[in-house]
T-cell receptor, first 112, second 113 residues
């Protein structure tokens, strides 16, 4: 059975802090790992990672994948209150294409 | 505007009644998904469909049914056999090809009493 574990489950920081969110996984025939941000209702896509060691970056957010150790991290620098959300990690298999397994998410709260 | 719509936003039902949640997309995506999200948890896959007239069970399909008669539509029926139906339900779609990200609808919050 595929497994995705995110840590920490929740995190409270102050504006300007840097945070690192973790996602470890066990999946048969790994295809990709995706990060989503869920603010109120619909998750929105952040990054897709398929290769080890290649950092994906978008503004203050960045993410990297380690396929040997089976984990990914999502970094957010200079956090803002608008970064407060649940961050979801999902992995997809190469077979059963399209079927993703999600972690339980990390709830990030950024205080002013 | 392209996107995914789910209706209604909030739904209340009495125990023992079947209820159907709507999901429509105009993104021309082949694949569609239904997830359930409980408080403090991630998304659990109920059913998914990669093409019209075909669908597969996800991890928690018991007590649910779906149909995929049109590319744009993927309704989910929560039957009376579902033991704990109160939850937040999210529908998603995904384009074909190498892009793996899913596009999510706004969700339906179902409360069964």
């Amino acid at each position: 059975e595929d497994k995705v574990v995110q840590s920490p489950l929740s995190l409270v920081v102050h504006e300007g802090d840097t945070v690192t969110l973790n996602c470890s996984y066990e999946v048969t025939n790994f295809r990709s790992l995706l990060w989503y941000k869920q603010e109120k209702k619909a998750p929105t896509f952040l990054f897709m990672l398929t290769s080890s060691g290649i950092e994906k970056k978008s503004g203050r957010l960045s993410s990297i994948l380690d396929k040997k150790e089976l984990f990914s991290i999502l970094n957010i620098t200079a956090t803002q209150t608008g970064d407060s959300a649940v961050y979801l990690c999902a992995v997809e298999r190469g077979t059963n294409a399209g079927k993703s397994t999600f972690g339980d998410g990390t709830t990030l709260t950024v205080k002013p | 505007d392209g996107g995914i719509t789910q209706s209604p936003k909030y739904l209340f039902r009495k125990e023992g009644q079947n209820v159907t949640l709507s999901c429509e997309q105009n993104l021309n995506h082949d694949a569609m998904y239904w997830y359930r999200q409980d408080p403090g948890q991630g998304l659990r896959l109920i059913y998914y469909s990669q093409i019209v007239n075909d669908f597969q069970k996800g991890d928690i399909a018991e007590g649910y049914s779906v149909s995929r008669e049109k590319k744009e539509s993927f309704p989910l029926t929560v039957t009376s056999a579902q033991k704990n139906p109160t939850a937040f339900y999210l529908c998603a779609s995904r384009p074909s090809g190498e892009r793996n990200e899913q596009y999510f609808g706004p969700g339906t919050r179902l409360t069964v009493t």
